[in-house]
């Protein structure tokens, strides 16, 4: 199958050409079709399997063959993260750069000024995160009466990060009769129920086993002392020569001592999280892309929102308290077809997030130990973790990436 089997306009594949793809992939096989058909879709595939591409296409044919009307928003693509957006837009002008359809992009951290006057200026195509999105609509800069097409990417990640009220909020001012997508890397149980409020006789696409990671990623587990995972993160990177290593921590606060620190190893690093600015997260993505950092450290609002071609390395510095962010964490790597190692360091008192991982992923990881990193066997265990409330876990790790400040419970045993 090639992509001009799904009778796409000569613009869109020309698009397609000059990016070299060869041919769609299994999630852009099944999702196209069905939403070229105007089905409400809800479809799951792992990350770096082209799910953008699958939903830009058909909504990019769509207003070609109505004839782009930018004086009124014509789809509506919301994403968890101002990253995520920001690539979602990419994708979006990318296809559609040999049409007419105007795209915009939405995103808090920087001012509404311009997203503003892009706005008034006409807009067919807007991705927005949900938080500056409702900004603009209690503020009267966009009207979405006319949305024909909605999609919520990565609609895990929208609703662990708390964006239920204002999901509930949009909503409320889009017509009933649109056609609802809904992409994401998982299915947990909150995905179902909001599917049932908000899509109609959906066609379901499910491309791989549910919450299965990426088959290119090799997992190694290292058993180490929690005061000596950063001296072995630098080692790591520094004696295998790894140019290009993405990071993971649990909070904002260790992002940040963590790069200060092993920048002081020699191992020059930056760190992005939710307190960043606008301005600074960008900065922080382009040197690591250009290589003038090699190490980025972040929190799990990055999760989602770093695509990096050619990634191979990524350390779980720290295990999330939600287990499912372990997939989109290792998920960063082995991206189209790449291969990719991803490092976990686990500490006593740890290794019940390690369990949870592989409860979900139903896999055993083994730890090993590194020679000259051994954990300390006089060290005393803590007691072991005791079972914890779902929904307060996904809270708790999602606490670097949700936009309040607001101070999570730490859970007992941990230092934060």
């Known amino acids: 199958?090639?992509?001009?089997s799904f009778s796409l306009d000569t613009v869109l594949l020309r698009a397609i050409t000059e990016s070299a793809y060869d041919e769609p992939t299994e999630i852009q096989k099944q999702s196209i079709p069905l939403i070229l058909a105007k089905h409400d879709v809800m479809a799951r595939a792992q990350t770096g399997t082209g799910k953008t591409a699958a939903f830009a296409l058909p909504i990019l044919q769509r207003i070609l063959i109505q004839q782009p009307c930018a004086q009124h928003v014509r789809a509506l693509v919301l994403t968890p993260t101002r990253e995520l957006a920001q690539q979602v837009y990419k994708s979006f002008c990318h296809y559609g750069q040999f049409t007419h359809i105007n795209i915009g992009i939405a995103y808090g951290g920087v001012s509404t000024k311009n997203q503003i006057a892009e706005l008034k200026a006409g807009v067919d195509i807007l991705i927005a995160t949900p938080g500056r999105l409702i900004d603009l609509l209690n503020s009267e800069s966009v009207n979405l009466d006319k949305i024909e097409t909605l999609v919520f990417d990565e609609a895990d990640r929208i609703l662990d990060m708390g964006f239920k009220e204002e999901i509930d909020q949009i909503t409320e001012r889009l017509p009933r009769n649109k056609q609802t997508l809904l992409f994401s890397a998982t299915f947990a149980d909150e995905i179902y129920k909001m599917s049932k409020n908000i899509?109609?006789?959906?066609?379901?696409?499910?491309?791989?086993?549910?919450?299965?990671?990426?088959?290119?990623?090799?997992?190694?587990?290292y058993a180490v002392d929690a005061d000596r995972k950063r001296?072995?993160?630098?080692y790591l990177i520094g004696s295998k020569n790894w140019q290009q290593v993405l990071v993971f921590t649990r909070t904002k606060q260790c992002a940040?001592?963590?790069?200060?620190?092993?920048?002081?190893?020699?191992?020059?690093?930056?760190?992005?999280?939710?307190d960043k600015s606008q301005g600074a997260r960008e900065k922080a993505l382009l040197e690591f892309k250009e290589g003038k950092v090699r190490a980025l450290i972040a929190t799990d609002v990055a999760a989602r929102g770093i695509d990096i071609k050619g990634l191979n390395h990524v350390i779980n510095y720290e295990l999330p308290y939600n287990a499912e962010d372990y997939v989109h964490r290792i998920g960063r790597t082995a991206r189209a077809g790449n291969s990719g190692l991803a490092v976990s360091l686990v500490s006593?008192?740890?290794?019940?997030?390690?369990?949870?991982?592989?409860?979900?992923?139903?896999?055993?990881?083994?730890?090993?130990?590194?020679?000259?990193?051994?954990?300390?066997?006089?060290?005393?265990?803590?007691?072991?973790?005791?079972?914890?409330?779902?929904?307060?876990?996904?809270?708790?790790?999602?606490?670097?990436?949700?936009?309040?400040?607001?101070?999570?419970?730490?859970?007992?045993?941990?230092?934060?």
């Open 231 to 234: 001296e072995l993160t630098s």
């Open 256 to 274: 940040d001592d963590l790069a200060k620190e092993m920048t002081k190893d020699g191992v020059k690093s930056s760190a992005i999280h939710g």
């Open 1 to 4: 199958m090639t992509f001009s």
């Open 199 to 221: 899509l109609v006789d959906p066609k379901i696409v499910e491309i791989d086993e549910k919450n299965k990671a990426a088959d290119d990623v090799e997992q190694i587990v």
């Open 348 to 416: 006593i008192g740890e290794e019940w997030l390690l369990t949870a991982i592989e409860e979900l992923l139903d896999i055993r990881l083994l730890q090993q130990w590194l020679p000259g990193y051994e954990p300390d066997p006089t060290k005393i265990a803590q007691p072991k973790k005791k079972t914890i409330n779902k929904k307060n876990a996904r809270k708790d790790a999602l606490s670097s990436g949700n936009k309040t400040n607001q101070r999570r419970p730490t859970p007992r045993g941990r230092r934060r």
